[in-house]
Structures are given as C-alpha cells and as structure tokens.
Antibody, heavy 116, light 111 residues
Framework: EVQLVESGGGLVQPGGSLKLSCSAS????????LHWVRQTSGKGLEWLGR??????????VYTASVKGRFTISRDDSKNMAYLQMDSLKAEDTAVYYC???????WGQGTQVTVSS | DVVMTQFPLSLSVTLGQPASISCKSS???????????LTWFHQRPGQSPRRLIH???NRDSGVPDRFSGSGAGTDFTLQISRVEAEDAGLYYC?????????FGQGTKVEI
C-alpha cells in the first residue's frame, strides 16, 4: 500500500525557515517524481513544485510564488523527500501535502503557520 | 497559469438526487501525447484530497460508479447520479497538462 507521511510543520515567524519531510513507502520510491502541494483557506490548492528521479538528474521546478524561497530535495536511500522553506511570509500559512505525479496518493498533510 | 473555473461554488443536494459540477479551463488541457489530463478530487473536512476521476472520465479504483466524468475541449463535468451522505465535502477539478498544475476554486456539496 502506497503511503506518504508529511512532518515538520509548525509555527514560524515571518522571515524564518522550516523544513518539511515526506516519508514514502509501498512503491519504488527512487523511480517516482515527488511533488509538494499546499492548501490555504483563501487560495485553495496550489501546486508548489516537484523533483524528478536520479535518472532525470533530480530536476526540480517550482511555481512562481515560491521560486527562490523553497527548495525540494530527496534522499532515495531513506525514501524521503523534503521541502526547505526560507523567507517565509504570512501567506505561506497552509497545510502542505506531498503527492505523486498522478496525484493518486496524498499524505495527510502538515500545518505550517507563519505568524509573529 | 491555466485558470480553472468551477461552478457552482456551492451546491445543496437531496439524498438520492443527481448532482453536477462544471469546470472550465482557460486553455484546452489536451497534452501533446494525446491525453487530456483533467482530474477530479473529493475532499472531506480534515482529510486530504482523494482522486476520483483522471483523464476526464476514468474512475479510480474503489470510486462508486455513481460518479462519472465527461467533457472535451475546455468544458468538463463531474456528475453524481444519486447523491449519498458520504458525498458531502469539497470537489476540485485540476489540469495537469501545463506547468504548474492548477486547480479550480472548489465546489462545496452539502447534502
């Protein structure tokens, strides 16, 4: 059974940093691209970015609103993906999910709150 | 970015009655590979989105056959033939053809 479990969320001050983790199991992790999506009450669902496989040089791409501030990485030896978030703003407050390319499996999400 | 517009944004349905949600894309989500990456999700309060329909009309495993997807070009529809209590929640359409994938605003279905 495919499982994705996000962790690392919490309360952080504006301008601060946070690193989210996504632990994966139940599928050949090294052969799958991993994506991050967030959900806010105001803007709904927003696709943030993805990281491809080693075969595809771990290529990353980001949506404009987080490019330059967020970094996606992965550790295939641990079946983990990460979302490093820097220069956080109040509008980054959201539930953050990891998912696969087909969006057929999602984690339970982790809440990030950016507030002073 | 491709804009996905859903309507209605809110829908009140009686048990056993049909329901229909429309989704309009600002660009046709037909991919160069010939597939149309139009997906429907259902989300219950406090839960993560669950994929219901992919590639316009393909129902996911375990999804009741009362759910169906249709459409072409820029106009797509999710239909529920006979609404059940468990169908309450938010429904989203999403295009996955262009980067970044984009979602509709969501339609809240109340039973």
């Amino acid at each position: 059974e495919v499982q994705l479990v996000e962790s690392g969320g919490g309360l952080v001050q504006p301008g601060g940093s946070l690193k989210l983790s996504c632990s994966a199991s139940g599928f050949p992790f090294s052969g799958a691209a991993l994506h991050w999506v967030r959900q806010t009450s105001g803007k709904g669902l927003e696709w943030l970015g993805r990281i491809r496989t080693k075969t595809n040089n771990y290529a990353t791409v980001y949506t404009a609103s987080v490019k330059g501030r967020f970094t996606i990485s992965r550790d295939d030896s641990k079946n983990m993906a990460y979302l490093q978030m820097d220069s956080l703003k109040a509008e980054d407050t959201a539930v953050y999910y990891c998912t696969l390319t087909a969006a057929d499996h999602w984690g339970q999400g982790t809440q990030v709150t950016v507030s002073s | 970015d491709v804009v996905m517009t859903q309507f209605p944004l809110s829908l009140s349905v009686t048990l056993g009655q049909p329901a229909s949600i429309s989704c309009k894309s600002s660009q046709s989500p037909v991919h160069g590979d010939g597939d149309t990456y139009l997906t429907w999700f259902h989300q219950r309060p406090g839960q993560s989105p669950r994929r219901l329909i992919h590639k316009v009309s393909n129902r996911d495993s375990g999804v009741p056959d009362r759910f169906s997807g249709s459409g072409a070009g820029t106009d797509f529809t999710l239909q529920i033939s006979r609404v059940e209590a468990e169908d309450a929640g938010l429904y989203y359409c999403m295009q996955g053809t262009y980067w970044p994938p984009t979602f509709g605003q969501g339609t809240k279905v109340e039973i």
